[in-house]
């Protein structure tokens, strides 16, 4: 190949190589808290049979009714409602970039779909339906439908077993 001829291949292929890179690369996540009310300490557990592998479920005793929050901005895409089976009454939260929270087996859903919301806005109560077997939140972090590792504070949770977490949705 002529020294030429490299160099036109070379000009052409490097403008589509740096476009690959910066598609492939993820969007940054939102700060993302705990969804519960600042100072308040909640037991999460993360296990590899649960569904999906990377959410989380919280507990404290006499959760039932407790506040849920969104663990950050955003607006509401969906508000369901599965009855007896899966998440029971969960909601979903848009933050932009792909990101999405989930959070079910609500006892009260407080917000409709559109509707914004802000970081620390109580959007629901904790509760035991759906498929559940006692009151908790099951909570998952989203990019793009799949559900990623929890992180709040900007560090990752612990996986696989049990912590407890202080809430800073302050």
Same mark, same amino acid.
């Given at each position: 190949?002529?020294?030429?001829?490299?160099?036109?291949?070379?000009?052409?292929?490097?403008?589509?190589?740096?476009?690959?890179?910066?598609?492939?690369?993820?969007?940054?996540?939102?700060?993302?808290?705990?969804?519960?009310?600042?100072?308040?300490?909640?037991?999460?557990?993360?296990?590899?049979?649960?569904?999906?592998?990377?959410?989380?479920?919280?507990?404290?005793?006499?959760?039932?009714?407790?506040?849920?929050?969104?663990? +950050?901005?955003?607006? $509401?895409? @969906? !508000?369901?409602?599965?009855?007896?089976? *899966?998440? =029971?009454?969960? &909601?979903?939260?848009?933050?932009?970039?792909?990101?999405?929270?989930?959070? +079910?087996?609500?006892? $009260?859903? @407080? !917000?409709?779909?559109?509707?914004?919301? *802000?970081? =620390?806005?109580? &959007?629901?109560?904790?509760?035991?339906?759906?498929?559940?077997?006692?009151?908790?939140?099951?909570?998952?972090?989203r990019l793009n439908g799949v559900a990623q590792r929890v992180v709040f504070n900007g560090s990752t949770i612990?996986?696989?077993?049990?912590?407890?977490?202080?809430?800073?949705?302050?």
């Amino acid at each position: 190949m002529s020294r030429i001829r490299r160099a036109l291949v070379a000009a052409l292929a490097a403008p589509l190589v740096g476009l690959v890179l910066v598609q492939g690369e993820a969007a940054a996540a939102p700060a993302f808290q705990m969804p519960f009310p600042c100072g308040q300490v909640w037991e999460g557990q993360t296990r590899t049979s649960h569904s999906p592998a990377n959410a989380v479920d919280f507990n404290r005793a006499n959760d039932l009714g407790d506040a849920v929050e969104a663990a +950050a901005g955003g607006t $509401v895409t @969906r !508000v369901a409602n599965e009855g007896s089976t *899966s998440y =029971g009454r969960w &909601i979903e939260i848009g933050h932009g970039s792909g990101w999405t929270t989930r959070y +079910a087996h609500l006892s $009260v859903q @407080r !917000v409709s779909v559109g509707q914004n919301v *802000s970081r =620390g806005q109580r &959007i629901g109560d904790v509760g035991s339906t759906g498929g559940s077997t006692g009151p908790h939140l099951h909570f998952e972090e989203r990019l793009n439908g799949v559900a990623q590792r929890v992180v709040f504070n900007g560090s990752t949770i612990f996986y696989w077993g049990t912590r407890n977490y202080t809430s800073r949705n302050c």
